[in-house]
């Protein structure tokens, strides 16, 4: 498959040239009180995955007749951008942060969803249903970048069995579409596990959580079986969804 085969090749490339200059300009991950690693690693990996998976987007056949691949690209790009500017600038406020996520996810729901639904109230609805969807995943995902190959690996099994189920549902262009990001994600390991010279960061995991929640969305679309699909999505879920919503609260005025 050309798409993935560019993909693993640009991502081992681009990842290893954003080590180069991240580490020149001195973007580190310094470990605090909740990290699991002891010394400072470089983070920003995420820039190179994001490389790779747009090259391999762009040798996929017949990607435009994906309906609402638009909203998967803004998802991607956008909440990988938000990323980029915490990693670059960590000071961010949480407020300005989280109205950013929003923002984008509303618009990526949007290009995401049908135009031909049965009702104005219902697919206002179904938007903020996606938008929740999309910043909730994304930010869950997140918290997990601070292990060695786990974002990595979990990222390239689930949308390795996103793109299974599409190829079972007969729809190879959407399964290549799965299959590159998944090698994206796959393309970060060999600087990330087992021993990591390199996180992937913000841009990464937002990158990766967005696009992963996106492709949930375009494989319902598509028609494919919900349960199979959103299973892999489960397992490691609930750790950090507890974690996640106290933090929310500490960060909420008057919290």
Do not use: C, K
Not at 36 to 55: C, E, F, N, T
Not at 58 to 79: K, Q
Not at 132 to 144: A, D, I
Not at 186 to 214: E, H, I, K, Q, T
């Amino acid at each position: 498959m050309l798409a993935v085969t560019l993909t693993l090749a640009v991502g081992v490339s681009a990842v290893g040239v954003s080590l180069s200059l991240l580490h020149r300009f001195e973007i580190f991950d310094v470990p605090n009180a909740r990290s699991s690693h002891g010394v400072a690693v470089v983070r920003g990996g995420g820039i190179g995955i994001g490389v790779a998976i747009g090259a391999g987007l762009l040798a996929v056949t017949g990607r435009d007749d994906i309906e609402g691949f638009v909203g998967f690209v803004v998802a991607i790009v956008g909440f990988g951008l938000i990323g980029l500017v915490e990693d670059l600038r960590p000071d961010q406020p949480v407020v300005v942060r989280f109205a950013g996520q929003l923002v984008v996810g509303a618009v990526a729901a949007i290009a995401l969803l049908d135009d031909s639904g049965s009702g104005l109230a219902a697919w206002i609805g179904l938007a903020m249903v996606i938008t929740g969807w999309l910043v909730g995943f994304t930010n869950v995902f997140n918290f997990m970048d601070g292990i060695n190959g786990i974002s990595g690996i979990e990222a390239a099994v689930i949308a390795g069995t996103v793109s299974v189920l599409a190829l079972l549902d007969d729809d190879p262009t959407l399964a290549t579409v799965a299959a590159v990001v998944a090698a994206g994600a796959l393309s970060f390991l060999p600087y990330n596990f087992p021993r990591a010279r390199l996180f992937m960061g913000d841009v990464g995991s937002y990158l990766l959580g967005a696009g992963l929640a996106a492709l949930a969305v375009l494989g319902v679309r598509a028609g494919i079986v919900v349960f199979p699909l959103l299973a892999p999505f489960v397992p490691s879920r609930p750790a950090p969804s507890v974690t996640l919503g106290p933090r929310l609260l500490r960060a909420a005025p008057g919290g």
